[in-house]
């Protein structure tokens, strides 16, 4: 009897250390279901600030791309004042492959934009380029002036004929009136600058609402040279 109550007695006791163990156990597996949780957590407030950062990276990025574009013009017009007042040629910065030629206005469309020598990219960067095989600005001849058609060269989509343009050149003004736009595939046409005609021409890509940039075709509008008086009776070609 005594062993058999001792042996009663004893045998609850591996069931209770092993109760004790699960509860040991399943108190482990909680605390170690919880880094799970907070490793997740931590994941996606990494994640927030990654997106953060790389939202605030671009947005610096594009101002500083603004705050260059606004310095760069005008840095431009003082070189451009710079040539008036001495003539010459005055580098709107030290390394800058390219210089002020003319300014190119648009009045009814409230325009005004520093004209650069060469139709590069290089130059088109920053502005209208003049193609420097072309009539010179306030010469005469020929005037060759292109641009890119998302920046600078985007307002001649809105040019009708008839329209006023006025070109400030190193040798003069003149003014000229818009008669004619046309698509021109450059691919098999070439504007001949030597034919002895007396106009303007300014070029850029079309169409203007292209996805894909640049492409054969190009956007050409005309001018004729007028004065005062004939500029509201030029008929447009």
């Not at 500083?64 to 760069?72: G, N, Q, R, S």
């Not at 005008?74 to 003319?102: I, Q, S």
Request: a positive charge.
């Amino acid at each position: 009897m005594g062993l058999l109550t001792a042996t009663r007695r004893c045998h609850p006791m591996p069931d209770a250390a092993m109760r004790t163990g699960r509860g040991r156990h399943a108190d482990r597996d909680v605390r170690a279901r919880k880094p799970a949780g907070n490793r997740d957590v931590s994941r996606r407030r990494l994640a927030v600030v990654l997106l953060s950062a790389a939202a605030l990276s671009c947005l610096a990025h594009a101002g500083w791309i603004h705050a260059k574009a606004m310095l760069a013009q005008v840095l431009l017009e003082r070189a451009w004042n710079e040539t008036l007042a001495e003539g010459g040629t005055h580098r709107p910065w030290p390394w800058a492959d390219t210089w002020p030629v003319a300014k190119i206005h648009a009045p009814r469309l409230r325009q005004a934009q520093i004209v650069l020598a060469g139709d590069d990219g290089r130059a088109l960067a920053f502005g209208p380029g003049w193609a420097q095989a072309s009539g010179v600005p306030g010469r005469g001849g020929i005037t060759v002036i292109s641009g890119h058609r998302d920046t600078h060269f985007a307002w001649l989509a809105q040019l009708q004929a008839g329209d006023r343009l006025q070109l400030d050149g190193v040798h003069g003004t003149r003014s000229y009136a818009v008669t004619g736009t046309r698509v021109a595939d450059s691919r098999h046409e070439r504007i001949d600058v030597h034919s002895g005609d007396d106009r303007l021409l300014l070029v850029t890509c079309w169409p203007f609402d292209a996805v894909v940039p640049g492409g054969p075709l190009r956007y050409v509008v005309s001018a004729q040279p007028v004065d005062d008086a004939a500029a509201q009776a030029l008929e447009p070609e």
